[in-house]
């Protein structure tokens, strides 16, 4: 079956700690996408991927990084710049980045700070 | 500033009763529009979308939306609710000039009674 895997489902970080969530999808999709949702709020975009070895910053990127070296892969790191992580983050990709593609959704992971 | 705006934070309406969720937006051009379905801890599903011709537009799982661009609404609607429709629902829209971006409102949770 073709989808958005997004790993772990729960993820705990401490103070002053970098973690990687992972995102894979075997759509062949072209472009991928990181937001976030916090609880009484849509989502806000973090980065997005338009081609493999490119990437754009969203709205709220400060605190947040992503590499892009492989088509089926984009996977955040939360660095300790990031003061208020806790979150759920959904991973997204579609085949391209015009606005009329829709945009297929992973499970989500959720980050929570011990 | 470009924004939309779903005024109901919750719904509760009862099995076999009808449904409108509301989505007002703000944007100077041609809008376009989307509704998401969002099941607890889990990613979005696209329900329909919204580009140009008809305005009111047919989705899965028997809802439909009806633009109106006099009142800057997108409202979502099902004549019969089932239990299996409460989720929390969100709508978007996607700017039609420049690069990639979508916004997304703060979203509405239904809860349906047997």
């Known amino acids: 079956d073709g989808g958005i895997t997004q790993s772990p489902k729960y993820l705990f970080r401490k103070e002053g700690q970098n973690v990687t969530l992972s995102c894979e999808q075997n759509?062949?999709?072209?472009?991928m996408y990181w937001y976030r949702q916090d609880p009484g709020q849509g989502l806000r975009l973090i980065y997005y991927?338009?081609?493999?070895?490119?990437?754009q910053k969203g709205d709220i990127a400060e605190g947040y990084s992503v590499s892009r070296e492989k088509k089926e892969s984009f996977p955040l790191t939360v660095t300790s710049a990031q003061k208020n992580p806790t979150a759920f983050y959904l991973c997204?990709?579609?085949?391209?980045?015009?606005?009329?593609?829709?945009?297929?959704f992973g499970p989500g992971t959720r980050l929570l700070v011990l | 500033a470009q924004s939309v705006t779903q005024p109901d934070i919750h719904i509760t309406v009862s099995e076999g009763a009808s449904l409108e969720l509301r989505c007002n937006y703000s944007?100077?051009?041609?809008?376009?529009l989307f509704w998401y379905v969002q099941s607890p801890g889990q990613g979005l599903q696209l329900l329909l979308k919204y580009f140009s011709g008809d305005t009111l537009v047919q989705g899965i799982k028997g809802f439909e939306a009806e633009f109106k661009r006099s009142q800057s609404s997108f409202n979502l609607r099902k004549p019969s609710v089932h239990w299996s429709d409460a989720a929390e629902y969100f709508c978007?829209?996607?700017?039609?000039?420049?690069?990639?971006?979508?916004?997304f409102g703060t979203g509405t949770r239904l809860k349906v009674l047997a």
């Open positions: 991927s338009q081609i493999v070895n490119d990437f």
């Open positions: 944007y100077g051009a041609t809008p376009y």
């Open positions: 978007a829209v996607a700017l039609t000039s420049g690069t990639y971006k979508y916004i």
């Open positions: 997204a990709s579609s085949t391209g980045t015009i606005v009329q593609e829709t945009q297929y």
């Open positions: 759509l062949n999709h072209d472009a």
